[in-house]
């Protein structure tokens, strides 16, 4: 069965009870023990999260999957896979909330963590230590869509006996399987792609292992963050047209790509399908396409955070994967938790705007970036 056709089939059967063509949603805290066994309590399971898990394993090509309540959700689940005296190698250019989590709260624990430029293998590996127990990556970073080699990261922390862990968020299954090049555990906010219409908080974690999902079961369990049924509906809705929407976000990304690596106002574009970009050759080998995301640096950062509030069709906002075009200031917005000289030493510089394409016409875009940018 190839992508498009699990997006809408797998998981989402017609109801077997009704011949229902959408699955049921299933609002319901607990459940009756007269005749059946396998639902208890629905922090447990819920028959509309279990259809939202089959489909996400079924994108990955994987076993299992488990959804949570928000992206962070998952992630912080995925750490109790950690003990005090562990260490994580993470990638130097991930998500603000990941730099606050391993920095702010699990340093707390006893887990130290050290932040290394994924794209050298030498330095990568170098960063190992006997008590490294986990490789964090994302590919494309956020937000400077930088591109890792998965399969040799996965390869290095194999041989380390560590657990080797890509946030597939950016990609989304369409565009890249990390189980598929060796990865262990792959992470999503399903507030993103998966969802597609940003009505939706959601988190889900994929993995082969039996040994990681019999824990990771566990902790989503015991922890509690698990998403409401609804919220597993809409994701599943969202799902549907994952293929069809990937293809246009990847055709106006590369588009706006190259208008914006030509104006006069931007100094730099960061979008692994431009020929020129650093991640260009390893993009083109583990993706099936490029994405949606770019992020480009100004020339006068000064003025970038007024001019993006000149924008008439993009939005000036946080989050990113939606049908609607979003633009954001990591500086002053998703990494402002980051110090200042922490994001400066990764490349995060005031000039630096993330731009998440939507499905909108290209030429409204590029006509609302020009007056915007002058």
């Given at each position: 069965?190839?992508?498009?056709?699990?997006?809408?089939?797998?998981?989402?059967?017609?109801?077997?009870?009704?011949?229902?063509?959408?699955?049921?949603?299933?609002?319901?805290?607990?459940y009756?023990?007269?005749?059946q066994?396998?639902?208890?309590?629905?922090?447990?399971?819920?028959?509309?999260r279990?259809?939202?898990?089959?489909?996400?394993?079924?994108?990955?090509?994987?076993?299992?999957?488990?959804?949570?309540?928000?992206?962070?959700?998952?992630?912080?689940?995925?750490?109790?896979?950690?003990?005090?005296?562990?260490?994580?190698?993470?990638?130097?250019?991930?998500?603000?909330?990941?730099?606050r989590?391993?920095?702010?709260?699990?340093?707390?624990?006893?887990?130290?963590?050290?932040?290394?430029d994924?794209?050298?293998?030498?330095?990568?590996?170098d960063?190992?230590?006997p008590?490294?127990?986990?490789?964090?990556?994302?590919?494309?970073?956020?937000?400077?869509?930088?591109?890792?080699?998965?399969?040799?990261?996965?390869?290095?922390?194999?041989?380390?006996?560590?657990?080797?862990?890509?946030?597939?968020?950016?990609?989304s299954?369409?565009?890249?399987?990390?189980?598929?090049?060796?990865?262990?555990?792959?992470?999503h906010?399903t507030?993103?792609?998966?969802?597609?219409?940003?009505?939706?908080?959601?988190?889900?974690?994929?993995?082969?292992?039996?040994?990681?999902?019999?824990k990771?079961?566990f902790?989503?369990?015991?922890?509690?963050?698990?998403?409401?049924?609804?919220?597993?509906?809409l994701?599943?809705?969202?799902?549907?047209?994952?293929?069809?929407?990937m293809?246009?976000?990847?055709?106006?990304a590369?588009?706006?790509?190259?208008?914006?690596?030509?104006?006069?106002?931007?100094?730099?574009?960061?979008y692994?399908g431009?020929?020129?970009?650093?991640?260009?050759?390893?993009?083109?080998?583990?993706?099936?396409?490029?994405?949606?995301?770019?992020?480009?640096?100004?020339?006068?950062?000064?003025?970038i955070?007024?001019?993006?509030?000149?924008?008439?069709?993009i939005?000036?906002?946080?989050?990113?994967g939606?049908?609607?075009?979003?633009?954001?200031?990591?500086?002053?917005?998703?990494?402002?938790?980051?110090?200042?000289?922490?994001?400066?030493?990764?490349?995060?510089?005031?000039?630096?705007v993330?731009?998440?394409i939507?499905?909108?016409?290209?030429?409204d875009?590029?006509?609302?970036?020009?007056?915007?940018?002058?």
């Amino acid at each position: 069965m190839r992508f498009a056709t699990k997006a809408i089939h797998v998981g989402q059967e017609p109801d077997p009870r009704t011949g229902a063509v959408t699955p049921p949603l299933y609002l319901t805290s607990t459940y009756s023990r007269k005749t059946q066994d396998e639902y208890a309590y629905a922090r447990s399971s819920n028959p509309t999260r279990d259809a939202l898990q089959k489909s996400l394993a079924g994108l990955e090509a994987a076993k299992y999957a488990l959804s949570f309540s928000s992206g962070m959700g998952a992630i912080t689940t995925s750490l109790t896979l950690l003990r005090k005296g562990d260490h994580v190698v993470v990638t130097d250019d991930c998500y603000g909330g990941v730099y606050r989590i391993f920095t702010r709260i699990m340093s707390n624990y006893g887990i130290e963590s050290s932040f290394v430029d994924l794209r050298d293998l030498v330095d990568a590996e170098d960063a190992f230590r006997p008590e490294t127990r986990m490789l964090w990556t994302e590919s494309p970073t956020n937000p400077l869509m930088k591109v890792v080699d998965l399969r040799e990261l996965a390869v290095i922390a194999k041989a380390h006996d560590a657990i080797s862990v890509c946030d597939n968020t950016f990609a989304s299954p369409a565009l890249q399987n990390p189980l598929a090049l060796g990865i262990d555990l792959v992470v999503h906010s399903t507030t993103k792609y998966l969802g597609g219409h940003a009505d939706l908080l959601g988190g889900a974690l994929v993995m082969n292992r039996d040994d990681l999902h019999e824990k990771l079961k566990f902790s989503q369990n015991a922890l509690g963050a698990i998403p409401s049924a609804f919220d597993c509906w809409l994701t599943l809705r969202g799902i549907k047209t994952l293929a069809v929407r990937m293809e246009t976000h990847c055709d106006n990304a590369e588009a706006l790509a190259k208008f914006l690596k030509g104006h006069k106002a931007v100094a730099k574009v960061h979008y692994p399908g431009l020929p020129d970009d650093p991640g260009h050759a390893i993009a083109k080998k583990q993706m099936r396409r490029f994405g949606g995301m770019l992020s480009f640096e100004a020339r006068d950062p000064s003025r970038i955070v007024e001019r993006l509030k000149r924008l008439e069709v993009i939005v000036p906002a946080e989050s990113l994967g939606g049908v609607e075009s979003l633009i954001e200031h990591p500086a002053s917005m998703t990494h402002a938790s980051v110090p200042k000289e922490q994001r400066e030493k990764q490349g995060i510089t005031d000039g630096l705007v993330r731009f998440s394409i939507g499905l909108e016409d290209v030429h409204d875009l590029t006509e609302d970036l020009e007056q915007a940018l002058g």
